[in-house]
C-alpha cells in the first residue's frame, strides 16, 4: 500500500489523530537519541577544530558522526521500539493492539511484561542506523555548509543553512534507509526473525528495492526534519552568543 493510500485509510478508520500515534515515544526518543549524539558530534568537533585551527577534514566528521549516532541510537533504542510499537498498531486488528497510552506506559509495560532485554529489541539496527543518519546529517551538513561558505556566492545565513540542511537531509534518508525497514521489522516481529542476519536474508529474497520499501514518506519525514533542526540549531547558537565553528 503507498503512502497517500496508507494515510487516507488510516484517517478512515481510526481518525485523523491515529496519524499522531506515537508522538509522546517519538518526543521521549528525541530527548534520548538526539540529545545525545549530538552533544557527542558538537562538544568534540568544537574541541578538535579549536585544537587544529581549522575546520575538521570530512573523514574525521564521518567517524565523529559515527560514533556519535551509534551511542545515542542504543540509548534511544527503547523510546524507539516503543515508537514503532506505538505507529503499528493502527496496522493490526483490534484484538492484536498492544494499545499503550504514552511512551512511559509502553516502556513500562515492556518491561514488565517482556522483561528488561526485550527493551533493546533492535538496539544493533538502532544503533548502526543511528550512526548512518548522524553521519549524513551532522557530518554532511557540516561539509556542505563549509563548501558553501567557500565557494563565496553565499553568507553564514539563513539561506545557507537551509540548503545544506536539505543536502544534509537527503543524504541521511537514502544511507539509512535499508536500516530503518530492517529496524522497522524486527520491532514489530513476533517471533518471526532469529535475528539482525536471519532478518536481512529474508529481506534480501524480496529484491534490492525492498530495502528501499518507504523511501519517498522517509524523506518527507526526515528532510523537513534536518531543515528544522539545523536552521533552530544555528539561530539558537547565534542569539545565545555561542561561536559557531564550520
Known amino acids: 500500500m503507498g503512502m497517500v493510500s496508507m494515510a487516507m485509510q488510516v484517517v478512515k478508520n481510526d481518525g485523523a489523530l491515529a496519524l499522531y500515534n506515537g508522538l509522546s515515544a517519538s518526543l521521549c ?15 568534540v568537533r568544537d574541541m578538535l ?47 492484536l493492539r498492544r494499545n499503550y ?30 550512526a548512518l543518519v548522524t553521519v549524513g546529517q551532522l557530518a554532511c551538513y557540516d561539509q556542505a555548509k563549509q563548501l558553501v561558505l567557500s565557494s563565496g556566492f553565499m553568507g553564514d545565513n539563513i539561506l545557507t543553512h537551509f540548503l545544506s540542511s536539505f543536502i544534509a537531509g537527503g543524504c541521511a534518508t537514502f ?6 525497514v530492517m529496524k522497522t521489522r524486527l520491532m514489530n516481529s513476533k517471533g518471526e526473525y532469529s535475528g539482525v542476519i536471519h532478518c536481512l536474508r529474508v529481506t534480501a529474497k524480496e529484491g534490492p ?3 528501499y520499501k518507504g523511501l519517498v514518506p ?11 533542526t539545523f536552521i533552530f540549531l544555528e539561530q539558537l547558537k547565534n542569539n545565545f552568543g555561542i561561536v559557531v565553528i564550520s
Request: aromatic letters at 10%; a positive charge.
Open 101 to 130: 497510552k504514552h511512551a512511559v506506559d509502553g516502556l513500562f509495560r515492556v518491561f514488565r511484561e517482556e522483561g528488561v532485554r526485550k527493551l533493546f529489541s533492535g538496539a544493533t539496527m538502532a544503533s548502526s542506523r543511528g
Open 209 to 211: 528495492m525492498a530495502f
Open 29 to 43: 526518543r528525541q530527548m534520548s537519541y538526539s540529545l545525545t549524539r549530538f552533544a557527542i558530534y558538537e562538544t
Open 175 to 180: 544511507l539509512c534507509q535499508p536500516l530503518d
Open 49 to 95: 577544530s579549536s585544537s587544529n585551527q581549522g575546520p575538521m577534514p570530512f573523514y574525521q566528521k564521518v567517524l565523529l558522526g559515527a560514533f556519535g549516532g551509534f551511542t545515542g541510537g542504543f540509548i534511544g533504542t527503547p523510546a524507539d521500539m516503543v515508537n514503532v510499537r506505538m505507529q503499528n498498531d493502527v496496522k493490526l486488528p483490534p484484538e
Open 218 to 228: 522517509a524523506g518527507i519525514r526526515l528532510i523537513p526534519h534536518t531543515v528544522l
